[in-house]
């Protein structure tokens, strides 16, 4: 089982970046996919959420309107595009997919994110 992410980087605020999350190892299809950031001195947050199917999204109320979360189950992989990037949006970025069911977690090792002039 394998999540990665990639797209991070450095951006000026204002700025935007797209985050990707490739699986492999498990049907995609079953899992609920996350996005979650962690900034140094802080704990991991929950940014946003789709369901399995792709038809359901939830975010942050930080990100909302910032950020959206979409997935392409034929590809097995989730994205992250995060306009008008702020200081604040920086950390480590994590793609978590969660199994439908017995609720099962996996974690992919993070991407970092650093917004700065």
């Known amino acids: 089982v394998q999540l990665v992410e990639s797209g991070g980087g450095l951006v000026q605020p204002g700025g935007s970046l797209r985050l990707s999350c490739a699986a492999s190892?498990?049907?995609?299809?079953?899992?609920?996919m996350s996005w979650y950031r962690q900034a140094p001195g802080k704990e991991r947050e929950l940014v946003a959420t789709?369901?399995?199917?792709?038809?359901?999204?939830n975010y942050a109320d930080s990100v909302k309107g910032r950020f959206t979360i979409s997935r392409d189950n034929a590809k097995n992989t989730v994205y992250l595009q995060m306009n008008s990037l702020k200081p604040e949006d920086t950390a480590v970025y994590y793609c978590?997919?969660?199994?439908?069911?017995?609720?099962?977690?996996?974690w992919g090792q993070g991407t970092q994110v650093t917004v700065s002039s």
């Open positions: 789709i369901n399995n199917a792709g038809g359901r999204t």
């Open positions: 978590k997919a969660t199994h439908v069911v017995i609720k099962y977690d996996y």
């Open positions: 190892g498990f049907t995609f299809s079953m899992y609920v």
